[in-house]
């Protein structure tokens, strides 16, 4: 017998051998079969599989943070190249939030303990706008107008209704504020915020919170459950809103790298696009294509894609789960996602940083056409901030059509358009605009926004079906949806996964 064949023969004995351990094969001890954990020689089992975490926003760090305290292996994808989720920002010598950039300490002391862990600053801000001189601009036009201050009735009406918000904040809805609704939602709160406004007898209040709620991204007060707004505008915020409080700013994106740097100490991958969810045998496995990136000698880059697989002990989604999004992950649905996933909606959101000439201590909001509307949901930019006195970018927010397919080069085209006509000093009314080129948009994304269930999915028990989802098929969700869209319930949502299910 020839060396070679000798080799042969002994590796095909240690295979058959390796066969007759109890849950091993040939292809387990290769990796190659799902739902086996296979066995090293001798007779030695592999570890268990991470959990897979499949984004890196908030909620997937948080439940990274929160199993590896456990004792759990993790993996997170995200197919950014930065992790952060929504909390990115453009820096040029001073950073412009395109996600999530305010909070309070009365409301986010979940998102405190993050904050408090890191060295990045944070500095107060009116969301009254009440350091700033702000300006409506109709969006088809580029007209604009000072926005005139609230009568002195309107003031006293609105500060009337404040304690009785409250009231109601704390009658109806603290006791039920929780991840997941797990204590049930009540018929109530399934009305849109502008019946409930109605019903419980405000005037001033649903004028005054219309325009935030549309502004940062939360949706017409006409269709949005109130469920969401008492989650979104605790007594706290809502003081803000009105310029009573001041909250806080700060650059979240750089929060998370410094966070994430400082604790987490399992594997991310970054630039990781999820192309197949395959939950069919004992393990999940994900099926990814990694991007990297090469500087080639002539500065350009050039990009090369990587597919591979990770087994997985079980997965958590850290992202809103539509249809979208789980059809593009390529999940196998089972018949409730099937059934459950389509009821879940985002807004149509998008965030830019544009150099501009329109001066620090100025901004602007989209006209609408009553008080208590909001502006028209076309995509193009409905507020724009200049948030830095050292820096000639603004950042801007836009708001599309909801539950219709918009794409970001529609939405792009819209905000150069928009701009190009109040890109200039409103103060002056002989000043000319200039118009806006591609070079100055530096940053422009597109986001999926709030993800929520409709009135109606919340009156058939949306909720409860969502909870009963949790686990089945060692799969689990963690995102806005778990509370809402914000960075506190991001935390909390996955925080409760972990607590509840690991």
Same mark, same amino acid.
């Given at each position: 017998?020839?060396?070679?064949?000798?080799?042969?023969?002994?590796?095909?004995?240690?295979?058959?051998?390796?066969?007759?351990?109890?849950?091993?094969?040939?292809?387990?001890?290769?990796?190659?079969?799902?739902?086996?954990?296979? +066995?090293?020689?001798?007779?030695?089992?592999?570890?268990?599989?991470?959990?897979?975490?499949?984004?890196?926003?908030?909620?997937?760090?948080?439940?990274?943070?929160?199993?590896?305290?456990?004792?759990?292996?993790?993996?997170?994808?995200?197919?950014?190249?930065?992790?952060?989720?929504?909390?990115? !920002?453009?820096?040029?010598?001073?950073?412009?939030?395109?996600?999530?950039?305010?909070?309070?300490?009365?409301?986010?002391?979940?998102?405190?303990?993050?904050?408090?862990?890191?060295?990045?600053?944070?500095?107060?801000?009116?969301?009254?706008?009440?350091?700033?001189?702000?300006?409506?601009?109709?969006?088809?036009?580029?007209?604009?107008?000072?926005?005139?201050?609230?009568?002195?009735?309107?003031?006293?009406?609105?500060?009337?209704?404040?304690?009785?918000?409250?009231?109601?904040?704390?009658?109806?809805?603290?006791?039920?504020?929780?991840?997941?609704?797990?204590?049930?939602?009540?018929?109530?709160?399934?009305?849109?915020?502008?019946?409930?406004?109605?019903?419980?007898?405000?005037?001033?209040?649903?004028?005054?919170?219309?325009?935030?709620?549309?502004?940062?991204?939360?949706?017409?007060?006409?269709?949005?459950?109130?469920?969401?707004?008492?989650?979104?505008?605790?007594?706290?915020?809502?003081?803000?809103?009105?310029?009573?409080?001041?909250?806080?700013?700060?650059?979240?994106?750089?929060?998370?790298?410094?966070?994430?740097?400082?604790?987490?100490?399992?594997?991310?991958?970054?630039?990781?696009?999820?192309?197949?969810?395959?939950?069919?045998?004992?393990?999940?496995?994900?099926?990814?294509?990694?991007?990297?990136?090469?500087?080639?000698?002539?500065?350009?880059?050039?990009?090369?894609?990587?597919?591979?697989?990770?087994?997985?002990?079980?997965?958590?989604?850290?992202?809103?789960?539509?249809?979208?999004?789980?059809?593009?992950?390529?999940?196998?649905?089972?018949?409730?996602?099937?059934?459950?996933?389509?009821?879940?909606?985002?807004?149509?959101?998008?965030?830019?940083?544009?150099?501009?000439?329109?001066?620090?201590?100025?901004?602007?909001?989209?006209?609408?056409?009553?008080?208590?509307?909001?502006?028209?949901?076309?995509?193009?930019?409905? !507020?724009?901030?200049?948030?830095?006195?050292?820096?000639?970018?603004?950042?801007?927010?836009? +708001?599309?059509?909801?539950?219709?397919?918009?794409?970001?080069?529609? !939405?792009?085209?819209?905000?150069?358009?928009?701009?190009?006509?109040?890109?200039?000093?409103?103060?002056?009314?002989?000043?000319?605009?200039?118009?806006?080129?591609?070079?100055?948009?530096?940053?422009?994304?597109?986001?999926?926004?709030?993800?929520?269930?409709?009135?109606?999915?919340?009156?058939?028990?949306?909720?409860?079906?969502?909870?009963?989802?949790?686990?089945?098929?060692?799969?689990?969700?963690?995102?806005?949806?778990?509370?809402?869209?914000?960075?506190?319930?991001?935390?909390?949502?996955?925080?409760?996964?972990?607590?509840?299910?690991?």
């Amino acid at each position: 017998m020839s060396r070679a064949s000798s080799i042969t023969h002994s590796l095909g004995w240690c295979i058959a051998l390796l066969c007759l351990l109890p849950g091993a094969s040939a292809s387990s001890w290769f990796g190659e079969t799902p739902g086996s954990l296979g +066995w090293l020689w001798p007779w030695v089992k592999l570890a268990k599989p991470p959990v897979c975490i499949i984004g890196a926003g908030p909620s997937g760090l948080t439940a990274a943070y929160n199993l590896q305290l456990k004792g759990y292996k993790t993996v997170i994808f995200d197919k950014q190249p930065e992790i952060g989720g929504k909390c990115q !920002a453009y820096y040029d010598n001073v950073f412009h939030p395109l996600g999530a950039a305010f909070f309070s300490n009365l409301t986010y002391t979940e998102t405190l303990k993050v904050i408090n862990n890191v060295s990045v600053s944070a500095s107060e801000f009116s969301l009254a706008g009440t350091a700033r001189t702000q300006f409506n601009i109709n969006v088809t036009t580029g007209v604009t107008t000072r926005v005139v201050s609230p009568t002195p009735t309107f003031q006293q009406l609105l500060a009337a209704e404040v304690p009785k918000y409250t009231q109601l904040w704390t009658q109806q809805f603290a006791n039920i504020s929780a991840a997941g609704y797990k204590k049930g939602v009540p018929a109530s709160l399934t009305a849109t915020a502008e019946d409930w406004f109605r019903t419980n007898g405000f005037v001033a209040l649903p004028i005054a919170l219309t325009n935030p709620q549309a502004l940062y991204g939360y949706g017409d007060i006409r269709r949005v459950p109130i469920l969401y707004i008492l989650q979104y505008i605790t007594p706290d915020i809502l003081l803000g809103f009105i310029g009573a409080r001041n909250v806080y700013y700060t650059d979240f994106h750089q929060i998370f790298l410094d966070w994430t740097k400082k604790f987490i100490t399992n594997p991310i991958h970054t630039s990781a696009n999820i192309t197949s969810i395959d939950r069919s045998g004992k393990y999940p496995y994900i099926t990814y294509q990694k991007t990297y990136h090469f500087l080639m000698r002539n500065d350009l880059k050039e990009h090369h894609k990587k597919t591979a697989k990770q087994r997985c002990s079980s997965l958590i989604m850290a992202f809103p789960p539509t249809t979208e999004n789980l059809d593009a992950a390529g999940l196998d649905y089972t018949p409730a996602e099937r059934t459950l996933f389509p009821k879940v909606n985002v807004e149509n959101y998008y965030s830019s940083a544009v150099s501009l000439k329109v001066p620090y201590g100025n901004s602007y909001i989209a006209s609408s056409s009553t008080p208590g509307i909001p502006p028209p949901a076309l995509g193009e930019p409905v !507020a724009l901030l200049v948030l830095s006195n050292i820096s000639n970018i603004s950042t801007t927010w836009s +708001w599309g059509p909801y539950r219709e397919y918009q794409s970001i080069d529609t !939405a792009y085209t819209l905000l150069k358009d928009t701009l190009s006509k109040v890109n200039r000093d409103p103060r002056d009314p002989n000043a000319t605009s200039t118009v806006v080129q591609d070079e100055d948009v530096k940053a422009f994304r597109k986001w999926d926004y709030f993800p929520h269930f409709d009135g109606p999915a919340l009156a058939e028990g949306a909720y409860e079906t969502f909870n009963g989802l949790q686990g089945c098929n060692k799969t689990f969700w963690a995102s806005g949806l778990n509370g809402m869209e914000t960075v506190e319930w991001a935390i909390r949502g996955a925080q409760d996964i972990v607590t509840s299910y690991f």
